[in-house]
């Protein structure tokens, strides 16, 4: 293996989280079950009508192109790509082939080759008996497509570069990009060779892989498949392949395609667009609207003191990214802010994961523990008023029916005792019953410090602060 050069270049297709399609008003809705309802006229390809263009379509594709440092066209058109398949109801697809809207950028290192905009196809589904059926409701759906340079050389590095596109077009608001429906699919051209003066093999492209693992999983079968080819002196055809979940294996698909196979020409019903006399479009009026960038983010919140893992969550995800930002405002304290983290991502994601109705993207956090109760519960718990363990029997009280903590906590008796009075009699009372223990202690053991502590709460109930007891049992057995 290690005498064969991987070559990986990927395609990206991202449907544009816009109101209507990419050339008319039909609604643009990822989640309508029922067949052929979002349609009309123009995207289901009638002659004589007349497509207009998204702007909206046009806007998310340049907010991508500027984030990743890629060229904004000044000119820019739409063209038409023709070919026959059931689920093109025009014959041909509306893309952009000589003037792309964003050409070069790089993401996690990869450099990006073009970012252009096309409409999306419709669907069809085979496994309804002897015939296909095809659904029009995507159709016209309003895609962006991405290319990148061939300069991959792992399954894992394409993955990566997979999974920080998804969070990027997610934290701009542009796509919802999941996999599991469709919404984002990633192609890979793959070629092996041996590397000799930097000759690339033969290309063989493997279509619509709708997860990370199926990128990682096929791409790594591909080099497994080209590599025992080259071993055994047979050729490698340039192809199109499909993947197989289940089998875990590539197949052949059809002859793969070049651009001229397609028949590219401007379509005469769309106007060409010059971006440099739209204001709305320039470069810095999008670079100002931007939010803050996925590494951005990363290096703002390693720089907090956040642990990587956390810091990976809150970029990840911009639900819960959300919700830390309002909890931190609420907070201002760098300590209770990592206190804050450690219950956000243990215990609150916990109870999320239980909710088997939902998954951590689809709860609403601050409707179900609003940001400011949730700061109540972590002041408290920092300021000594609540236990660690009273805080997550809380938090499980307020997820479940929206309480203020600090009434839960009284209600159920789970404020902490501070008064030294108070404490101080369970406290004498304790070494007083652990003559042999008071021995170790004074003996140099002070680990043992921790069994007087164990025996307050105990008594208490849980209610003593743990920190007051600590204070009360050290000064009785110096």
């Known amino acids: 293996m290690s005498e064969y050069k991987v070559t990986i270049g990927l395609e990206i297709h991202a449907e544009l989280k816009t109101k209507t399609k990419m050339f008319c008003n039909s609604k643009n809705d990822p989640d309508e ?73 790089e993401l996690a290192g990869v450099k990006i080759t073009r970012i252009h905009l096309e409409e999306d196809t419709a669907r069809s589904t085979h496994d309804a008996g002897e015939y296909s059926l095809v659904d029009f409701n995507r159709a016209g759906i309003p895609l962006m497509e991405l290319v990148t340079e061939p300069v991959i050389h792992s399954a894992e590095e394409a993955s990566l570069f997979a999974k920080e596109l998804q969070i990027l077009l997610q934290s701009l608001g542009v ?71 289940n089998k875990e294996i590539t197949f052949s698909q059809r002859v793969k395609e070049d651009s001229n196979d397609y028949r590219y020409f401007p379509d005469p019903d769309i106007p060409k667009i010059k971006i440099s006399e739209i204001e709305e479009l320039g470069f810095e009026k999008i670079k100002s609207e931007l939010p803050e960038l996925p590494w951005d983010k990363r290096e703002r919140l390693l720089g907090e003191g956040l642990k990587a893992e956390d810091v990976e969550m809150f970029v990840r995800s911009s639900n819960w ?109 304790i070494v007083n019953n652990n003559p042999d223990v008071v021995k170790e202690y004074k003996g140099g053991k002070t680990s043992v410090i921790q069994f007087f502590v164990g025996q307050g709460m105990k008594a208490t109930k849980g209610a003593g602060n743990p920190g007051v007891f600590k204070t009360i049992f050290e000064k009785l057995l110096s």
């Not at 201002?332 to 109870?351: C, P, R």
């Open 175 to 245: 796509a919802e990009a999941n996999m599991e429906k469709g919404e984002m699919r990633v192609e890979a051209n793959i070629s092996v060779s041996k590397d000799e003066k930097g000759k690339m093999g033969t290309k063989v492209e493997v279509k619509n892989l709708n997860s990370f693992r199926a990128v990682e999983r096929a791409i790594a079968f591909e080099v497994k498949r080209h590599t025992e080819l080259l071993e055994s002196g047979e050729s490698i055809i340039q192809e199109t392949r499909g993947w197989d979940e």
């Open 321 to 429: 990214a959300l919700y830390f930002e309002e909890v931190s405002k609420e907070l201002k304290d760098k300590e209770k802010i990592k206190t804050a983290v450690n219950y956000l991502t243990s215990d609150l994601t916990g109870l999320v994961k239980g909710d088997s109705s939902a998954g951590l993207e689809d709860v609403t956090l601050s409707n179900k523990v609003p940001a400011k109760h949730f700061s109540e519960l972590i002041v408290m718990v920092s300021d000594g008023d609540i236990s660690s363990r009273g805080a997550k029997d809380i938090l499980k009280v307020m997820y479940e029916e929206g309480v203020e903590p600090r009434k839960i906590a009284e209600d159920r008796g789970l404020m902490q005792k501070s008064d030294e009075g108070e404490l101080q009699k369970v406290a004498e009372e």
């Open 33 to 105: 079950r029922r067949p052929n309802v979002n349609t009309c006229p123009i995207c289901m390809g009638y002659p004589g009508t007349l497509p207009t263009v998204n702007f909206e379509a046009v806007k998310s594709v340049i907010k991508v192109g500027v984030a990743l440092g890629g060229g904004i066209a000044d000119y820019t058109e739409f063209d038409r790509k023709n070919y026959f398949y059931p689920d093109i109801p025009k014959g041909y697809q509306i893309s952009q082939y000589a003037f792309p809207l964003v050409t070069g950028g």
